[in-house]
C-alpha cells in the first residue's frame, strides 16, 4: 500500500512539474521565426538591376511575429552561415499579433541554404529564448544572452 502511495506521489509531482515547465514556455512558444528565400532583393527596383546589368543577388528575409497575448522584448535577429555568426538585427519590442523582418544578401560564394537566421527574445516573465525556423525553441541561460551565444 505505501509503495502504490510513493508511487502515485511521484507521479502527481511529475505532472505538475510537467505542467509548470508548459505555463513557462508557454509564451515563447507562440514566438515564431520564418524565413524566405529570393533570387533578388523585392526592395531594388529594376531600373538598380538594369544598372547593375541584371546581375541579381539572393536574399533571405526573416520573419518574426508574436502571436502571443503580452508583448516580447530584446528581440534580436542573428544571422549565420553554418555556425559562423554573421551579423545582428535588433528588433522593436513585438507587441500581441505584430511581426517584424530583415532582409540580408546571401554572401558572396555562400551556398544559400547554409545561410540563414534565428531570433532572440525576452518573454514577459524576463526568461530569454532562442526560436529556430525549425520550431526549435531553446532557453537561454543567465549571462548568454546574446551576443555572447549564437
Do not use: C
Not at 508511487?7 to 524566405?36: M, Y
Not at 502571436?67 to 549565420?80: A, C, F, G
Amino acid at each position: 500500500m505505501a509503495a502504490l502511495q510513493a508511487q502515485e506521489l511521484r507521479e502527481s509531482l511529475d505532472e505538475r512539474k510537467r505542467e509548470a515547465e508548459e505555463r513557462r514556455r508557454a509564451q515563447a512558444s507562440r514566438v515564431f521565426i520564418h524565413e524566405e528565400r529570393l533570387d533578388a532583393d523585392p526592395r531594388v527596383s529594376q531600373a538598380e538591376r538594369a544598372v547593375r546589368r541584371g546581375q541579381l543577388q539572393p536574399v533571405v528575409v526573416a520573419y518574426v511575429m508574436n502571436t502571443s497575448q503580452q508583448p516580447v522584448y530584446n528581440v534580436l535577429i542573428s544571422w549565420h552561415l553554418g555556425t559562423d555568426p554573421k551579423g545582428q538585427y535588433p528588433l522593436m519590442p513585438l507587441m500581441p499579433g505584430a511581426e517584424d523582418k530583415d532582409t540580408r544578401p546571401v554572401p558572396p560564394d555562400a551556398k544559400p541554404e547554409m545561410f540563414g537566421a534565428v531570433a532572440f527574445f525576452r518573454d514577459a516573465s524576463g526568461v530569454t529564448w532562442r526560436t529556430r525556423p525549425d520550431g526549435q525553441l531553446d532557453e537561454i541561460p543567465v549571462g548568454q544572452e546574446p551576443p555572447r551565444t549564437w
